[in-house]
């Protein structure tokens, strides 16, 4: 009975030694892009928050926030950025899928540079992490669309 016990156990043991815990896996740092036809995404990451985010729309940098508000835990995170939710959900530590809801006003962490409104109607979009450069010259757009960059 002694050896049933002590192999019942032992199995717990190297089962619960075994299973995945979560709370210890984090976001890869870095870039991560979403391509959508005419929005390119990027979001950086960094500990798990989210340090930095960029529309690019038709090519042309909307605008960019740096104070984006991080909240949750892997694998699901919230990021707000001024006017807009984004709940993502991550496949593994390099990947995930987003929902983006909310209106962006085009400025910087909430200064308003005039009336342009990005909206966003619950569009769901895929991020990987991605280091390419998207804009080597820093002019706003993106060096796909521009010939002599390519």
């Given at each position: 009975?002694?050896?049933?016990?002590?192999?019942?156990?032992?199995?717990?043991?190297?089962?619960?030694?075994?299973s995945?815990?979560?709370?210890?896996?984090?976001?890869?740092?870095?870039?991560?892009?979403?391509?959508?036809?005419?929005?390119?995404?990027?979001?950086?990451?960094?500990?798990?928050?989210?340090?930095y985010?960029?529309?690019?729309?038709?090519?042309?940098?909307?605008?960019?926030?740096?104070?984006?508000?991080?909240?949750?835990?892997?694998?699901?995170?919230?990021?707000?950025?001024?006017?807009?939710?984004?709940?993502s959900?991550?496949?593994n530590?390099?990947?995930f899928?987003?929902?983006?809801d909310?209106?962006?006003?085009?400025?910087?962490?909430g200064?308003?540079?005039?009336?342009?409104?990005?909206v966003?109607g619950?569009?769901?979009?895929?991020?990987?992490l991605?280091?390419?450069?998207?804009d080597?010259?820093?002019?706003g757009i993106?060096?796909?669309?521009?010939?002599?960059?390519?």
């Amino acid at each position: 009975m002694k050896k049933i016990i002590s192999s019942l156990f032992a199995a717990l043991v190297l089962c619960a030694s075994c299973s995945k815990d979560e709370n210890n896996i984090v976001p890869a740092d870095g870039q991560y892009i979403a391509d959508a036809g005419d929005l390119v995404a990027v979001v950086v990451l960094e500990n798990g928050n989210c340090t930095y985010f960029a529309p690019f729309v038709d090519g042309e940098v909307f605008s960019n926030w740096t104070n984006v508000n991080t909240s949750g835990d892997y694998p699901k995170y919230t990021y707000k950025v001024s006017g807009l939710n984004i709940v993502s959900t991550f496949s593994n530590p390099t990947a995930f899928s987003a929902v983006l809801d909310g209106v962006l006003v085009k400025g910087q962490n909430g200064v308003s540079m005039g009336s342009a409104q990005l909206v966003f109607g619950g569009s769901v979009v895929q991020f990987k992490l991605d280091s390419r450069v998207l804009d080597k010259n820093g002019d706003g757009i993106l060096d796909e669309k521009q010939q002599d960059i390519r």
